[in-house]
């Protein structure tokens, strides 16, 4: 089946360029102008993409990309827009964005990146693998973590950050290598949206006592095991 990806550019000239080369690229491409009417598309139908400008009429495009994390929290999503600003980067990430590409930008760059995501984003087969320790319960497949306070489920990048630790348990990991297993290139950008998500996962593992993500100053992190007591 093609993939299917919503398109939010109120740019109608860009958008219909865009749609067209995804199109011609064995997509399938729903293409709005307002922010407000594409998260109700977005509610209704099954997308496999999001791409969303910023400055779109109804609501921006970081107010969409909330709406969407809610919903959807393993759905790639990439933004695409002129403002260039490190600030404005940063809250892309920070609201739920898998990547952030500038305008202008090559289009098959964004295709790459697309078809990236979307392989990431592939089911990979039965459920196999099942993360156990003390109260905690990890399966990075269903992206589903439950502790002794009940259940969770993860977003994509949270759920894959958490799988990278879980499979070097006690073992050191760089920051560049987590941010290449996870993201697929090292970036500023990037580092800061890594340091966000290990916050959001300390916070997740405060009831197992005996799990903590530490920073080892100058090297990277470990997921730190503590003995269980019988």
Known sequence: MKPKILLVEDDETLGNLLSNYLRSEEMEVCHLTNGQQALLEAEKSRYDLFLFDIMLPGKTGY?????????????????????????????????????????????????????????????????????????????????????SSGERRLTQKESQLLAVFFKNLDRVIKREDLLFEVWGQNDYFLGRSLDVFIAKLRKYLKDEPQLSIETIFGAGFVLKSKSIES
Not at 65 to 73: D, E, M, Q, S, Y
Not at 75 to 98: H, Q, V, W
Not at 101 to 128: H, M, Q, S, Y
């Open 63 to 147: 107010e969409l990309a909330k709406g969407v994390r809610k919903l959807f929290p393993a759905i790639p999503l990439i933004f695409i827009s002129a403002r260039s600003l490190k600030s404005d980067k940063l809250m892309g990430y920070e609201t739920g964005a898998d990547d952030y590409i500038t305008k202008p930008f090559d289009e098959e760059e964004l295709l790459w990146k697309i078809k990236a995501l979307l392989r990431r984003n592939a089911p990979e087969g039965p459920v196999d693998e099942v993360f156990q320790f003390g109260s905690l319960q990890f399966t990075p497949q269903l992206q589903l973590l439950r502790t």
